[in-house]
């Protein structure tokens, strides 16, 4: 069975300054990463995905994440903080060739970007 | 970029009632679609799997009978939620595939609060 976890519940950056929301997954084979982000009573918003090739992956609103399959974790970064990214962020996971059905949430981290 | 609507964003019913939520792909067309359940500060659970001219795929412990899908068309799917409860109440997201999109690789709606009184 598939599984994401992400370890903080809760992430506060200053304005400006660098931040990490991490997260590790569990699945077999090569997997398909995804990060969404969440606003106060809103859906998902899509952020990027990592499929295969570059472990550097370029997403929405200057965000980023690196896949390390080692370390089985998919971490999800931006150089500089803005107030406006304080949300709620989720980690996702779907196993190669799997449906979407088998898309699998991690527990999600609040950001709070501090001005 | 993909859309989906969901109506309506909020509602209110009486313990008893049935509400139903509506779920549109607005300028793609989607034979499969997805509806989820977020409790507060909580991950999306699946409850089901929507498809296009066919029975709903319900998640294990969801009942299938108190959460009513169709999916009418490939740009409409509705849940209802019959005989609704207190315990009901909770943030009830749809999402579509985009077809040839890589799977997971989905788009939600915003959302839909409902509150049993």
């Known amino acids: 069975a598939q599984s994401v976890a992400q370890p903080e519940d809760q992430v506060n950056v200053a304005e400006g300054n660098p931040l990490t929301v991490k997260c590790t997954y569990s699945?077999?084979?090569?997997?398909?990463l995804f990060w969404y982000v969440q606003y106060p009573n809103r859906g998902l918003q899509f952020l990027l995905k990592?499929?295969?090739?570059?472990?550097l992956v370029k997403g929405s609103y200057g965000f980023e994440a690196e896949f390390n399959k080692s370390q089985t974790s998919f971490h999800l970064k931006k150089p500089s903080a803005l107030v406006s990214d304080s949300a709620l962020y989720f980690c996702a996971v779907s196993p190669p060739g799997g449906s979407a059905r088998q898309l699998t949430f991690g527990s999600g981290t609040q950001l709070t970007v501090l001005p | 970029g993909a859309v989906v609507s969901q109506h309506p964003s909020r509602v209110i019913c009486k313990s008893g009632t049935s509400v139903k939520i509506e779920c549109r792909s607005l300028d793609f067309q989607a034979t499969t679609m997805f509806w989820y359940r977020q409790f507060p500060k909580q991950s999306l659970m699946l409850m089901a799997t929507?498809?296009?001219?066919?029975?709903?795929?319900?998640e294990q412990g969801v009942e299938k009978d108190k959460f009513l899908i169709n999916h009418a068309s490939l740009t409409l799917s509705t849940l209802t939620v019959t005989s609704a409860h207190p315990e009901d109440s909770s943030f009830y997201i749809c999402s579509a595939r985009v077809g040839g999109g890589a799977p997971g690789e989905q788009y939600f709606g915003p959302g839909t609060r409902l509150t049993v009184t």
């Open positions: 929507s498809n296009e001219g066919s029975k709903a795929t319900y």
């Open positions: 990592y499929i295969t090739g570059d472990n």
């Open positions: 699945v077999s084979g090569n997997p398909y």
